[in-house]
């Protein structure tokens, strides 16, 4: 039995509210989002938010982080991929490429460390697609896209992207986040 009026005792785990409780219980696929900026530079970013929005066409939605350099790149080139992660090896490509590439994001860096720009594609095998963007040998699959809209959705952007290209790389499923054991809800 629990007595759920009872105040949480000092130091017990902090208490998660109801909809962010419920909200945790969706379930993701792990992606990687391929893009490059206008002067040609290539980054890639870790995120779950991705699904398929229409048949004819064919859309998908991508919600971004307002201040991700990916974002930024994708508005300047109206392109981008998006890369499956294979349940097998996704978590070595997701491990490396789960940091902000522009470490002014990462809280209590110093003012020179805050200008550093991690280039996370360093240890990857990709190739780059005739859009511009990377794609990742090691994925389970990958499409491409042109940037259709942009809607503002609180803290993150949603991308709509006409999917150009894709394919399926390897036999196999997608990483998903219950796996990966990280989390991007709530
Ligand atoms: C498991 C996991 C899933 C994530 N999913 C998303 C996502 O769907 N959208 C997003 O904007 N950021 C997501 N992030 C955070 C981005 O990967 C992170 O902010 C990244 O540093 C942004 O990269 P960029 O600034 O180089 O573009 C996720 C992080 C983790 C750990």
Known sequence: MTYPNLPPL???????????????KLSYGVH???SRSGDGELNAM?????MQVSFTPRLVAVAIENDARTLRFIRQTMVFSVNLLHEKDGMEIARAVVMP??????????????????????GIAYGVHDNGCPVLDRSLG??????????????????????TDGDVLRPGEM???????????G
């Not at 000092?10 to 945790?24: C, F, V, Y």
């Not at 870790?46 to 991705?50: E, K, N, P, R």
């Not at 499409?143 to 503002?152: E, G, I, K, L, R």
């Not at 990483?175 to 809800?185: H, N, Q, S």
């Open 10 to 24: 000092p130091g017990s785990p902090r208490e998660i509210p109801g909809p962010e409780q419920a909200m945790l």
């Open 32 to 34: 990687v989002i391929g």
């Open 46 to 50: 870790l995120a779950d938010w991705v």
């Open 101 to 122: 590439s522009e470490a002014r994001k990462i809280r209590g860096r110093s003012e020179d460390m805050a200008s550093q720009v991690i280039d996370k594609l360093a």
């Open 142 to 163: 990958w499409f491409t896209c042109d940037a259709q809209a942009f809607h503002t959705a609180g803290d993150h952007t949603i991308v709509i992207g006409a999917v």
């Open 175 to 185: 990483l998903i986040e219950r796996e990966l054991g990280w989390e991007y809800a």
